[in-house]
């Protein structure tokens, strides 16, 4: 099974982690962790990175009222992030949204370095994330399962990576919470859990999508394209010269 997904969705599997025994399951092949040094990490401490392997699919400014546009529909970083007085925060701020495919890599990561502070565990659909849910599911990021990991630093302020489920399984796992599946509602971390940045901070079992928020003045606007990414690479912010 695993050797006919790899070969319909063109797995790169030179940069999976070598193991000595096949795959338990097909969601340990699709949690796969990758070699060690295969994803070098932007080491500008005032950088914000990718949290995640796949496609910047869209990526701008958040307004002054908590809104944004996404694949022309508008949305609000309420919404996403499950909290409206949390949602302020990023007024004014920027977004970027990162879309795994099949073939990518299902881990994700830390963007920046910093602690993990709040877990917020939302209840929703199981809406395909491509380019057809998109089309045909009005609000479909703020309408499927969603976790939210909240991260605050001394530089960037806080930062904030919800990880959207979508069709099949839906299911999502995190760093800071012991539990085969994130339970609904607020967890906070206490004491908060320190993570570099590039470090893993959860898993997708089968999915999806992960959108970050930034706070207005912590970078200047994104210097990336949307376009194929690496987790560990840029999106922007740090020595722009």
């Given at each position: 099974?695993?050797?006919?997904?790899?070969?319909?969705?063109?797995?790169?599997?030179?940069?999976?982690e070598v193991l000595t025994s096949p795959y338990e399951s097909f969601?340990?092949?699709?949690?796969?962790?990758?070699?060690?040094?295969?994803?070098?990490?932007?080491?500008?401490?005032?950088?914000?990175?990718?949290?995640?392997?796949?496609?910047?699919?869209?990526?701008?400014?958040?307004?002054?009222?908590?809104?944004?546009?996404?694949?022309?529909?508008?949305?609000?970083?309420?919404?996403?992030?499950?909290?409206?007085?949390?949602?302020?925060?990023?007024?004014?701020?920027?977004?970027?949204?990162?879309?795994?495919?099949?073939?990518?890599?299902?881990?994700?990561?830390?963007?920046?370095?910093?602690?993990?502070?709040?877990?917020?565990?939302?209840?929703?659909?199981?809406?395909?994330?491509?380019?057809?849910?998109?089309?045909?599911?009005?609000?479909?990021?703020?309408?499927?399962?969603?976790?939210?990991?909240?991260?605050?630093t001394e530089r960037q302020g806080r930062v904030t990576v919800v990880?959207?489920?979508?069709?099949?399984?839906?299911?999502?796992?995190?760093?800071?919470?012991?539990?085969?599946?994130?339970?609904?509602g607020l967890h906070t971390i206490s004491p908060a859990l320190p993570?570099?940045?590039?470090?893993?901070?959860?898993?997708?079992?089968?999915?999806?999508?992960?959108?970050?928020?930034?706070?207005?003045?912590?970078?200047?606007?994104?210097?990336?394209?949307?376009?194929?990414?690496?987790?560990?690479?840029?999106?922007?912010?740090?020595?722009?010269?």
């Open positions: 099974m695993v050797k006919l997904y790899a070969r319909a969705y063109r797995v790169d599997m030179d940069a999976a969601d340990a092949f699709f949690t796969r962790k990758l070699r060690e040094g295969m994803r070098p990490v932007c080491s500008d401490p005032g950088a914000i990175t990718s949290p995640a392997d796949g496609r910047v699919e869209a990526l701008g400014p958040v307004t002054d009222g908590g809104r944004l546009t996404i694949k022309g529909q508008p949305y609000r970083v309420e919404d996403l992030v499950g909290d409206p007085a949390e949602a302020t925060r990023y007024d004014g701020g920027q977004f970027a949204i990162v879309y795994l495919s099949p073939r990518d890599y299902h881990r994700v990561h830390s963007p920046v370095a910093g602690q993990v502070s709040l877990i917020r565990s939302m209840p929703g659909e199981l809406f395909p994330v491509n380019a057809i849910g998109e089309r045909h599911v009005p609000g479909l990021f703020a309408r499927n399962r969603r976790v939210a990991i909240v991260i605050d990880m959207v489920g979508a069709m099949i399984v839906g299911r999502i796992t995190v760093s800071a919470v012991d539990a085969r599946d994130v339970p609904l993570v570099a940045a590039g470090e893993e901070i959860g898993k997708f079992h089968l999915g999806s999508t992960a959108v970050m928020f930034v706070e207005r003045g912590v970078a200047p606007p994104w210097s990336r394209a949307p376009g194929p990414i690496l987790y560990g690479e840029p999106l922007g912010g740090g020595d722009q010269r």
